[in-house]
């Protein structure tokens, strides 16, 4: 049969089943059928309990709520009967009709069997031989509802396989675990069988905190949850725990609940699950095997039943190994942050787009002129009267809370700058850019506009970079940092040290400048004390330098280390020990009130980091001698007196000179003898051994050990 064959059969079924010419056959049908409608619909449910895989939601109606179902099955029996029906609304009450089923779990198996059940209860209460005719349509319109329903379901498991894609999609590109969890639970809540959908896990005090949640009344629900003392969930927590979302994460497994009405566990949330318009839920724990949950998401469902079919039974533990993949990926790169309510996210973001943004900045020395000539701009966040530290918020702010972050907080900043020059004081701005921007061109349009309204010309802003900021997929990295290369500003690479492609990125990228990471700096800690912090941070200092770049140390607290770097040949400092942040105003009245911290020329080391530092960089020096020294014989000696023995040349003298420098200023006579008598067995093991012989090595470590104990 062709199409237009098949179209013409469709139209004159319809023109059988709708409209004038069964009007009248229906209209003696639906006298007796309102009559025995109670009696069909009763036994249509008696023997649907007894049907497979539909008992237990049968079994979990109140006597209320089976009573209101019956009342809507006999409406639309009598509907499937009515003379006035027409093809479209049939069409519309039966996918209205099949959606609900398909949320409720009832299999499509048993949708074609409970209308066959339907079928014989109204032949059995209904006269054939009077209404044959009336009954054939009726069977007809039975058949075409069957027919709508499975449509209906085939749509719903459409969109389910949709929602999977996208959140495959969504597990590889975020960024982060709030835009995870925001982008997740915006997905789910737009999949129509969800009414309302959370995200959360415990706080360090066993209560459950919502972190992300999308539906028109999830947020006074929530609210109601976390404050209810039974919101609580504990190890041993006796009755606490005991909703979907506590036993999913103290069992480890899915947990339904099929109705909030009839749950006896449910007793503590059920008028506010009824309000916020919630009757089932299906609590999935997201955790690896044999691991703790690290979060749980909660689906709420408008309908009893919800999430409990076995189409559904895929579906939840496809859900559920696509989210925890995704937490994988950020608890094995960064850690997850502390727990932090939904309505608190909301509030920060809220607050974020008010005037609660405050700019705070802290000065850099540079370490060759003793001048500060940039400050960098780092968000506060005002609220009450607390101001939070961008480590509190940031881990709560979504991309979108992130852009507006980066568009006001530049605003602010380039305007501070302008009211510091009226005041004589030209400062550059550095201020941080999420690497996820570069594949965002708002970001661009937002840097150039605000540079044109500030009038800032773009070589006095350093946008800054964290090396710990995975690629954006897809983008040319190079091509967009060019792009706002053409704006005329700056490019650094902050925290350098922190993450895992510093070298690829510095051999690859445009950056300016690369920023020594404070954890490096805080290494000083280690054993000797700062000598494996000074090592990495001279590499560092000369790889940069050797790329084109200039070099700047964060993190320096103290005067003594601030020496040592200016040693090393750093080119700028930022830390404590310049200055802490500080409002603009503060800023401005330190920057009048404050001298040069250093000559241009820095004077003899004193400290014991200083002494270290020197070591460092005269063992380069020692190192290129040496390449140019005579052959070693056979046994590690050497055919040339040592540095500083009789008869060394000018070359070997210059090195003893160059190790005095290391004693200044000269400590006591017994000491000095000591330091003297390591600097000659270090410089011996170099002569004999080589600077990368075990002897130099242990000669090295007592030298070292010495100097610290000066």
Known sequence: MNTTDYRSDSRSDASQLYGTACAAPLRDLGTDLRLAAPAIVDEFYDRLARLSGRQPLLEALSAAELARLKQLQQGNLL?????????TDHGTMAMRVGKVHAMVG???????????????????????????EALSILSRRLIRDVAWQIRAYEEMESSRHQVLLDITRLA?????????????????GRHGEIAGCSIGRPDQHGRFRFEAASGTNIEPYLTYLEHSPASAIEADS????????????????????LNF????????????????????????PLHQPGCAPTAVLTLYCAYPGGFAGPHHEAFLTQLQALLTFALARFDLRTGLSVAIPYVTRQHWAALLRSDALEMHYQPLLDLRSGTVSKAEALARLRDGERLLAPGTFLPALSPEDFLELYARGLRQALAQRRHWLRHGFDLDLSLNLPFSGLGDRRYFEATRQLLSEQDCPGHKLTLEILETDDLPRGIDIGAELARFKTLGVRLAEDD????????TRL????????????????????QP???????????????????????????????????????????????????????????????AGRQARLPASPPAPGSTLARLARLLVWEETLHLLLREAPERTADGGADAPPPGAAGAGPRHASLAGMAELLLAPAPPRARSRHLHQRMHDLLHAAWSHGPRSPAYAAARERLVSTLCAA
């Open 507 to 526: 051999r690859n990228l445009p950056f300016d400048t690369i920023k020594i990471d404070r954890s490096l700096v805080a290494a000083r800690a280690d």
């Open 79 to 87: 509907a499937l009967a009515a003379t006035d029906l027409n093809e």
């Open 529 to 591: 004390p700062g000598d494996s912090a000074l090592h990495f941070i001279y590499q560092l200092t000369r790889l940069g330098h050797a790329l084109g770049k200039s070099v700047i140390v964060e993190g320096v607290e103290d005067e003594d280390l601030l020496e040592a770097i200016a040693i090393l040949g750093a080119d700028a400092v930022q830390g404590y020990v310049v200055a802490r942040p500080m409002s603009s105003g503060q800023l401005l009245e330190w920057l």
């Open 261 to 284: 009405a009839t749950d006896a566990r449910m007793a503590p949330w059920r008028d506010a699950a009824a309000q916020a318009g919630y009757r089932s839920s299906a609590a999935i």
């Open 238 to 257: 006796g009755s606490r725990g005991r909703g979907p979302t506590g036993r999913a994460w103290l069992g480890r497994t899915i947990e339904r609940c």
């Open 172 to 188: 590889w590109a975020a960024g982060s675990y709030t835009d995870l969890i925001g982008q997740a639970v915006g997905i789910l």
């Open 496 to 503: 350098l040290g922190s993450g895992h492609s510093s070298l």
């Open 106 to 132: 009832l299999a499509s198996e048993a949708l074609v069997h409970s209308e066959d059940i339907l079928h014989t209860a109204v032949h059995r209460h209904l006269d054939a031989s009077r209404h044959g």
